[in-house]
């Protein structure tokens, strides 16, 4: 039977049923339930196929919403994930880890009064009922193309660069220093938002198309970027930012001071089954121990939520705004509040100070101020009011920096910005270097992972073009 459009007068806003807090943070496993063929009808019948969809305009790759929600209201599951798939390689990862909050559903218009439409779970339920129904199949170029193109990266930004150039029918060889492919997807973000299957099966896939996985190459030591640029006809740097962002003041080489990627990169690989000494050892663990995460974005609810579940003994999470201030989304907030986090609101550390095996932290309440060129208060230490903090462990989740490729490359006529990332002609996306290209967060910085997916696939059409020509 068809469900019915336009039902979000009688029909409430739901997502997935969700495992209490005292039960998921026993395991690492995803905190919503899927929603089954009812649900998902129910929820996609909510649109109002309004004639303006701000949820499209507000997604970066202008996914083409109402039309698939229309579709998976009717129950035509097979063309929705058409749809669906035509502007996005990933959507059930999207659906699972995308802001909704801040994008999609922020933007929908009968959000006021009525709650928006439950998109990003209703995405994920067309796309995992493809994976399901054996929809998705590996990738026949309608014919062969005999040039290559070297890609290093295989975070979102690589991968979908990497499928839009093997549909049209290029070789296509993928680098990575890690050891499995996936980046960010498999490393940096904890399991119970994104489980690894989800990416695993998306890899292989890929490799059953034609694509080569390179793993455990490092640029400019396992061979030199020189040695890539003589063997493909174009090459796509996609190698995310990872350095991790410092404080304004020296820990003086304290130990039980780690960066928050560290941290979840080795939670992952305990996760996945690796032998990780750093985890064993107590380093880079925080069980029984009193945690403090540093930061207020998507990557500090990660790393406390990953705290608590490791069964650390109190987990606090320090940032200098307030809670409607925060970088990252209120959802996750919500989350972490649920499973007991304690956040300590305008606060700003000021010093790190060792004392045995624990480190005092000096904390200084935190005024806003007026707004800066963002449009984010600007916080102001109160010197009068400071407050010493003992934890076993700290956790730095304040952003990243990235990496100087010219210098790990070894190739210095590859020209950055100010701010660290690969200049790039935005008209084109090549860089200072003819033939090479950039996409994702070494060209944007830190971002979402559906701008990655947007930079790899606008890459993939600019590499396309310019191969034409040569």
């Known amino acids: 039977m068809t469900t019915k459009l336009l039902q979000f007068v009688n029909q409430k806003r739901e997502m997935p ?88 559903e922020g933007n929908c218009v009968i959000e006021k009064g009525f709650e928006s439409v439950t998109i990003g779970r209703v995405e994920k339920h067309i796309t995992d009922t493809a994976w399901k129904s054996g929809w998705i199949k590996p990738l026949i170029p309608p014919k062969e193309i005999n040039k290559s193109i070297g890609i290093i990266g295989s975070g979102p930004a690589g991968l979908a660069a990497a499928e839009q150039l093997r549909k049209k029918g290029y070789k296509v060889e993928i680098y990575d220093r890690y ?49 890539l640029k003589k063997k493909h006809d174009a090459l796509l740097i996609a190698t995310g930012v990872y350095k991790a962002k410092g404080l304004d003041f020296s820990e003086e080489n304290l130990t039980g001071i780690v960066s928050a990627l560290d941290f979840l990169i080795t939670n992952n690989k305990k996760g996945l089954g690796d032998n990780v000494p750093e985890f064993d050892n107590g380093k880079l663990n925080s069980i029984n121990k009193n945690v403090v995460v540093i930061g207020g974005g998507d990557t500090a609810m990660d790393c406390v939520r990953t705290a608590v579940r490791q069964n650390a003994k109190s987990v606090t999470c320090l940032y200098r705004r307030n809670r409607e201030n925060m970088p990252g989304s209120m959802r996750e907030v919500f989350h972490a509040e649920e499973e007991g986090i304690n956040f300590s609101w305008l606060s700003l550390p000021t010093k790190f100070k060792g004392v045995n095996s624990h480190v005092d932290i000096d904390v200084a309440e935190v005024a806003l101020g007026k707004p800066d060129a963002s449009g984010r208060m600007i916080p102001k230490i109160l010197l009068n009011k400071t407050h010493t903090l003992k934890a076993d462990l700290i956790i730095k989740a304040l952003g990243f920096n990235p990496e100087n490729i010219p210098k790990m490359f070894n190739e210095p006529k590859l020209k950055v910005t100010n701010w660290g990332t690969l200049k790039i002609d935005h008209n084109t996306m090549m860089s200072s270097k003819a033939g090479v290209f950039a996409a994702g967060d070494i060209v944007r910085g830190a971002s979402l992972v559906v701008w990655a997916i947007k930079d790899g696939r606008d890459a993939a059409e600019s590499i396309h073009k310019y191969l034409i020509k040569c």
């Open 17 to 104: 049923k969700k495992r209490g807090s005292s039960l998921r943070l026993k395991d690492f496993d995803e905190i919503y339930k899927n929603f089954n063929k009812l649900e998902a009808k129910k929820q996609a019948g909510r649109c109002s196929q309004c004639g303006v969809p701000f949820c499209q305009v507000h997604c970066p790759l202008q996914n083409n919403i109402p039309d698939w929600l229309k579709l998976a209201a009717e129950n035509r599951l097979e063309e929705a994930y058409e749809v669906a798939q035509s502007t996005n390689n990933f959507p059930e990862i999207c659906g699972s880890i995308c802001p909704q909050d801040r994008l999609c």
């Open 179 to 227: 050891d499995r492919p996936g980046g960010l997807l498999i490393y940096g973000i904890p399991n119970f938002k994104l489980e690894k299957y989800a990416v695993q099966r998306r890899t292989k896939i890929l490799k059953e198309s034609g694509i080569v996985f390179h793993n455990n190459f490092e640029v400019g030591k396992t061979k030199s970027f020189d040695f």
